[in-house]
C-alpha cells in the first residue's frame, strides 16, 4: 500500500476532501494494526469559510492548519470527543484541513468495537467521535506526519464509483458551502 505522498495534501481543500474517499487509514497499535476506508468527509479553509477553526486567527490549538500539508490536527470537542482532522490546502491559502467523518472498517474490527464498547458495526465508526474513539486517536497524535508510515497514516484505498455532496454537519455559519462528502462501499 502506497502511503499518499505530501503533495497529494497540497491542493484547495474541498479537493482533497473528495479526493480522500476511498483512501484508507491505518493506525497501528502495539502489535495491533487496524484500518478502514474513508467513506465520510468535510473541507475546512480559512478566511472565506466562517465554520472554519482557522477563520479568525492562529490559536495554540489550530496553529497546525496554518503549518505545512500532510498532519494531523486532532482537536477536542463539547468536552469529551476528539476529532481527526488531515491539514490540507492550496499553497496559496493561509490555512485548511479536512475533517474525517467516517470510515468503513476493515482490519482490527473487534478492537474498534472494544476501544467503542459497543458490537453493532454500522454505527462503529459513523461520525468523527467514533471514528477518533475507535481508532484510539487523541491529543497524542496532534501534528502526526500522515505522509510516513508511524503509528497513524493514509494510503492508497479503492476506486470511487459515486460521491454525494451536501452541505457540512453540525455547523452554523457558511451551511451552503456544499463541502461534505460520502461514498458508499
Known sequence: MTILPREFYSKDTVT?????????????????????????TEAYRHNDDPASHAFRKITDRNKIMFGDVGFAYVYFTYGMHFC?????KDPKK??????IRAIEPEKGIKIMQRNRGIENLKNLTNGPAKLAQALEITKEHYGVDLTK???????????????????R?????????????????
Open 16 to 40: 482533497v476532501a473528495k479526493n480522500l474517499l476511498g483512501k484508507r487509514i491505518i493506525r497501528k497499535i502495539g502489535h495491533n494494526e487496524i484500518s478502514g476506508i474513508i467513506t465520510e
Open 84 to 88: 481527526f482532522n488531515v491539514v490540507a
Open 94 to 99: 493561509a490555512a485548511g484541513a479536512v475533517l
Open 149 to 167: 508510515k508511524s503509528r497513524l497514516y493514509i494510503t492508497e484505498g479503492i476506486k470511487l464509483k459515486k460521491i454525494s455532496v451536501s452541505p
Open 169 to 185: 454537519i453540525g455547523i452554523k455559519d457558511a451551511t451552503d458551502k456544499l463541502w461534505n462528502f460520502k461514498i458508499r462501499i
